[in-house]
């Protein structure tokens, strides 16, 4: 089972793993994200490239299902407007023993970070808004998993 | 022949526009020099295209360095390195 989507609309996170759970498989992992709050942050936005963010994210699963023995594969990227606590991105995995699983969750969000077209632009209480420099720990995350 | 130009993010506010098509002249052999013919455009241009190791770039929607070859292209998009997740 593989399911990918990008768009504005939430999602239910319980539903998702009841899916997975599902699948007859022993393990099921997940990593969701949310919009941190603190430092006068009232939204962020989420670009991305319609035409490649689809084809980006089948291929960081196809990577994924190929490494690991995978029952299960979730990635949800939400895009647009989105407030402080809001879900952002939620990662899946089912698999028959834990390894898979959870491996291949970590290695889903951290590829997803850096091998994503996605750009994130926050605004603040006080009127000023900036786009959000890429962080290089997530390039060293991304690279710890090989190419 | 004609290429569609994309830009996102900080690209394209600088710049003012999400995309253009544009006719390449035969001088520009790879994405590095598209962005310095861009950036002598001046204005936004040179603003979003002045320092090209801030700059990512995908031909035909896949990721590439800023070395590869655009011959044969139909979509060049230009941005910031991502930060979705």
Not at chain 1, 46 to 63: F, G, Q
Not at chain 1, 91 to 110: E, K, P, W, Y
Request: charged share 25%.
């Amino acid at each position: 089972m593989r399911q990918i989507l990008v768009g504005e609309a939430d999602f239910d996170s319980a539903a998702l793993l009841g899916e997975l759970e599902s699948l007859g498989g022993g393990a099921v992992a997940s990593f969701m994200g949310v919009v941190r709050g603190g430092d006068g942050l009232t939204a962020m936005r989420l670009d991305h490239y319609p035409a490649m963010t689809e084809r980006a994210l089948a291929d960081i699963a196809v990577r994924a299902e190929a490494r690991w023995s995978l029952l299960g594969l979730v990635i949800i990227h939400r895009v647009g407007e989105l407030r402080p606590g809001e879900r952002i991105v939620f990662v899946g995995t089912a698999s028959a023993h834990r390894a898979a699983a959870l491996d291949a969750c970590h290695f889903l969000i951290d590829w997803l970070k850096t091998e994503a077209p996605f750009w994130k632009k926050e605004s603040f209480a006080d009127g000023e808004s900036r786009w959000v420099a890429a962080r290089c720990e997530d390039d060293q995350a991304t690279a710890r998993w090989g190419a | 022949m004609a290429v569609q130009l994309l830009y996102f993010a900080w690209v394209r506010e600088a710049i003012g526009r999400d995309g253009e098509s544009v006719e390449l002249p035969e001088t520009i052999v790879t994405a590095a020099d598209l962005v310095d013919w861009l950036a002598a455009r001046g204005g936004g241009y040179a603003q979003a295209f002045a320092n090209p190791s801030r700059l990512r770039a995908a031909i035909d929607q896949s990721f590439v360095q800023l070395d590869a070859p655009v011959a044969g292209a139909r979509e060049i998009a230009l941005f910031p390195p991502v930060t979705g997740g």
